[in-house]
Nanobody, 112 residues
Protein backbone atom coordinates (compact mmCIF):
# COMPACT_ATOMS: atom_id res chain seq x y z
CA UNK A 1 0.00 0.00 0.00
CA UNK A 2 1.49 3.29 -1.13
CA UNK A 3 1.49 6.04 1.48
CA UNK A 4 2.89 9.52 1.81
CA UNK A 5 2.29 11.04 5.22
CA UNK A 6 3.13 14.66 5.95
CA UNK A 7 3.74 16.01 9.44
CA UNK A 8 5.20 19.04 11.18
CA UNK A 9 2.66 21.70 10.34
CA UNK A 10 1.33 24.17 12.86
CA UNK A 11 0.96 27.80 13.84
CA UNK A 12 4.03 30.02 13.62
CA UNK A 13 4.63 33.76 13.82
CA UNK A 14 5.82 35.73 10.82
CA UNK A 15 9.57 35.39 10.48
CA UNK A 16 9.55 32.01 12.15
CA UNK A 17 10.50 28.56 10.91
CA UNK A 18 8.91 25.16 10.50
CA UNK A 19 10.18 21.85 9.20
CA UNK A 20 7.74 19.59 7.42
CA UNK A 21 8.36 15.88 6.98
CA UNK A 22 7.02 13.40 4.44
CA UNK A 23 7.22 9.69 5.22
CA UNK A 24 7.02 7.40 2.19
CA UNK A 25 6.10 3.72 2.09
CA UNK A 26 4.89 1.13 -0.38
CA UNK A 27 7.08 2.11 -3.32
CA UNK A 28 10.76 2.60 -4.15
CA UNK A 29 11.08 6.14 -2.83
CA UNK A 30 14.70 6.49 -3.90
CA UNK A 31 13.74 6.02 -7.56
CA UNK A 32 11.53 9.09 -7.81
CA UNK A 33 11.82 12.83 -7.45
CA UNK A 34 9.80 14.35 -4.64
CA UNK A 35 7.87 17.60 -4.78
CA UNK A 36 6.10 19.85 -2.34
CA UNK A 37 2.93 21.73 -3.20
CA UNK A 38 0.63 23.96 -1.22
CA UNK A 39 -2.95 25.11 -1.39
CA UNK A 40 -4.25 28.23 0.31
CA UNK A 41 -7.97 28.73 1.01
CA UNK A 42 -9.82 29.63 -2.15
CA UNK A 43 -6.77 29.14 -4.33
CA UNK A 44 -5.46 26.43 -6.62
CA UNK A 45 -2.74 24.06 -5.52
CA UNK A 46 0.65 25.53 -6.40
CA UNK A 47 4.11 24.10 -6.84
CA UNK A 48 6.61 24.88 -4.08
CA UNK A 49 9.71 22.91 -5.01
CA UNK A 50 11.21 19.62 -6.12
CA UNK A 51 14.22 17.45 -5.32
CA UNK A 52 15.73 14.83 -7.59
CA UNK A 53 15.62 11.17 -6.65
CA UNK A 54 19.22 11.21 -5.49
CA UNK A 55 18.88 14.53 -3.71
CA UNK A 56 21.55 16.33 -5.70
CA UNK A 57 19.27 18.70 -7.58
CA UNK A 58 16.58 21.03 -6.29
CA UNK A 59 14.25 23.55 -7.88
CA UNK A 60 12.02 26.12 -6.20
CA UNK A 61 9.16 28.42 -7.03
CA UNK A 62 10.21 32.06 -7.06
CA UNK A 63 7.88 32.78 -4.15
CA UNK A 64 9.89 30.57 -1.77
CA UNK A 65 13.38 30.66 -3.27
CA UNK A 66 15.98 31.55 -0.64
CA UNK A 67 13.59 30.84 2.23
CA UNK A 68 12.62 27.17 1.77
CA UNK A 69 14.93 24.16 1.48
CA UNK A 70 13.95 20.69 0.33
CA UNK A 71 15.99 17.65 1.36
CA UNK A 72 15.57 13.90 1.56
CA UNK A 73 16.97 10.86 3.31
CA UNK A 74 16.42 7.87 1.04
CA UNK A 75 17.69 5.42 3.65
CA UNK A 76 14.89 6.57 5.97
CA UNK A 77 12.40 7.03 3.11
CA UNK A 78 11.83 10.60 4.27
CA UNK A 79 11.50 13.96 2.59
CA UNK A 80 11.70 17.35 4.25
CA UNK A 81 10.71 20.94 3.67
CA UNK A 82 12.57 23.46 5.84
CA UNK A 83 10.69 26.75 5.83
CA UNK A 84 12.39 29.87 7.16
CA UNK A 85 11.42 33.55 7.22
CA UNK A 86 7.80 32.55 6.98
CA UNK A 87 5.23 35.07 5.81
CA UNK A 88 1.47 35.18 6.28
CA UNK A 89 1.07 34.42 2.58
CA UNK A 90 2.77 31.07 3.18
CA UNK A 91 -0.34 29.95 5.05
CA UNK A 92 -1.67 26.86 3.27
CA UNK A 93 -2.06 23.11 3.40
CA UNK A 94 1.24 21.61 2.31
CA UNK A 95 1.39 18.36 0.35
CA UNK A 96 4.22 16.09 -0.69
CA UNK A 97 4.13 14.26 -4.00
CA UNK A 98 6.24 11.41 -5.33
CA UNK A 99 5.68 8.79 -8.01
CA UNK A 100 2.35 10.52 -8.76
CA UNK A 101 1.07 9.84 -5.25
CA UNK A 102 -0.09 12.50 -2.82
CA UNK A 103 -0.09 12.77 0.93
CA UNK A 104 -3.06 14.00 2.92
CA UNK A 105 -1.48 17.38 3.65
CA UNK A 106 -0.46 19.28 6.75
CA UNK A 107 -1.71 22.74 7.70
CA UNK A 108 0.73 25.61 8.07
CA UNK A 109 -0.57 28.87 9.49
CA UNK A 110 1.62 31.96 9.70
CA UNK A 111 0.04 34.58 11.91
CA UNK A 112 0.83 36.83 14.81
Amino acid sequence: QVQLVESGGGLVQPGGSLRLSCAASGFTFSSYPMSWYRQAPGKEREFVGRISNGGLSTYYADSVKGRFTISRDNAKRMGYLQMDSLKPEDTAVYYCNSANYWGQGTQVTVSS
